[in-house]
């Protein structure tokens, strides 16, 4: 579908996106989610970056406010082991999480996260982080000195998603062993920390590439997230498929509110075919 635009200043980009979210909440409303768990992903925070889910400090510090005042907000592992063991809480909540490792971590993310104290897992490529080489127009790594500052808080669990941020359905076993294990590695060695949580790079799974990686993943760390959109139900849940409902800029208050409940599952299973062409040919 291609949207054009009149306004000044709104791209057909923005346009064609505010009307997608449209339909993204019409069809919520006749798809709604069901009770569970849900995992919040986030990446970027201050809107430095032309990037769609690099979002104003401003949103994203009414959204925590949100979480602190109305939802159960748990770690992973707690969340986990709800999954995995009889937990004896029958009450569902939410989890956040963000992706990458980028400077907004400190410098945006952690104050706030400090001022509700709210629990987070960090998704790290570690390869960014030795290198410093930044992610294509879309942040400037993290420090491992700002990692330790992370760490203090007694707030933050980091988690591993690769050396390089590798698309795992599209390298050999070998290639995914060595990039799990650098990731896992570098953590260590620099942290002190083994990560037990892992998220695929761009949520792209073994699903489509098999090789051996699920299995990989597996015998490595507590839980896997991938993305889906939707809430984890207790005793239906894979917990190395753990879903996660990404936070994107064009959600604004409704499709957040909607996505901190469980819905907006298929505005995801369209983002996943699109994805699946979008990345055609990229590995990283
Ligand atoms: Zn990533």
């Excluded at 996106?17 to 339909?23: E, P, T």
């Excluded at 990560?195 to 699903?207: D, G, I, T, V």
């Excluded at 051996?212 to 939707?230: E, K, P």
Aim: proline share 5%.
């Amino acid at each position: 579908m291609v949207a054009t635009s009149t306004e000044p200043g709104i791209s057909t980009t923005t346009t064609s996106r505010r009307v997608a979210k449209r339909v993204a909440f019409a069809l919520d409303d006749v798809r709604p989610g069901t009770a569970g768990d849900v995992v919040l992903a986030y990446h970027r925070v201050g809107a430095r970056t032309p990037s769609p889910v690099d979002l104003p400090a401003k949103m994203f510090a009414r959204q925590m406010a949100h979480l602190r005042a109305s939802v159960d907000v748990m770690t992973l592992d707690e969340l986990v082991a709800y999954h995995t063991h009889d937990g004896g809480r029958t009450q569902h909540g939410v989890a956040l999480t963000f992706d990458d490792g980028t400077v907004d971590f400190v410098d945006e993310v952690l104050p706030v996260l400090d001022r509700y104290s709210l629990p987070a897992t960090l998704y790290l490529a570690t390869g960014p982080v030795d290198s410093g080489r930044t992610y294509a127009a879309d942040g400037v790594p993290i420090t491992w000195a700002g990692l330790r500052e992370a760490m203090a808080t007694g707030l933050v669990t980091i988690g591993a998603h690769t050396h390089t941020h590798q698309l795992l359905d599209r390298c050999s076993a070998r290639e995914a062993e060595v990039e799990l294990d650098t990731c896992i590695g570098r953590i260590e060695d620099e942290l002190g920390v083994t990560p037990q949580h892992f998220a695929y790079p761009k949520a792209l799974s073994a699903e489509s590439g098999g090789q051996g990686v699920d299995a990989l993943v597996r015998n490595r760390f507590a839980s896997a997230a991938i993305a889906g959109t939707r809430p984890n139900v207790r005793g239906a849940t894979d917990v190395w498929r753990l879903h996660r409902s990404p936070i994107q800029n064009s959600d604004q208050w409704e499709g957040f509110r909607r996505k901190v409940a469980g819905g907006m599952r298929t505005e995801d299973d369209l983002r996943r075919v699109i994805n699946l062409v979008r990345y055609r040919g990229r590995t990283s």
